[in-house]
């Protein structure tokens, strides 16, 4: 008899534990994300370096990577820290011979590290749109000339994102979004690896174009 009843206890607790997730809050507390999209990389309105104007300044491919963060609900009114990390497979190409250079040179996109805070508002029980800034750090590897190997070297770029967006609650602890953000890049240097010291830091002028969506989990 003892054992039916903490069996039967044992299975209540486990029936508890998603019937609280399932009266859980949208946009309340801690979630993480899968994050996939699209991103582009261009040279800034400050620079010129190709002097083909059919040149294409600019980098592309697809971004992927995971992000999390806390969301506190006040009402209608959502605040909350987020951080992220995404890989882009952009990377300069030779088109018929012709360098299609973005004015860093040769680099093949590395990682972008975001750390920032976004305010939302929730305009349906299950629909917030959202606003986010905060920094952004990414790295661009240094290529050879012909565009095949990596050096030991790559370009560590500092700015600043902001964006807007949509969020989509699928369930009390599932949700979907759709984002656009935009990353500007006014500073760098060249870090190497080894014993070699960080170049000194140099003015940039990069702008970044980034579509994604992401599920996510709320816990």
Known sequence: MKKILVSLAAGGTLVAVPAMAQNAEPFTGFHVEGIAGYDVTKAGSSVDDDENVDNDQSIDGAVFGVGAGYDFRMGNVVVGPEAE????????????GDFEGFGVGNVKANRDLYLGARVGYAMTPS??????????????????????????EDIDADGWRVGAGVEQALSSNMFAKVEYRYSNYEKGELDYTGDIADGQRFDLDLDRHQVVAGVGLRF
């Open 127 to 152: 629909t917030m749109v959202y606003a986010k800034g905060g920094y952004t750090n990414a790295k661009f590897d240094v290529r050879n000339g012909d565009g095949t190997v990596e050096l030991n």
């Open 85 to 96: 990390v995404t890989w882009s497979t952009a990377k300069t190409e030779f088109d018929d």
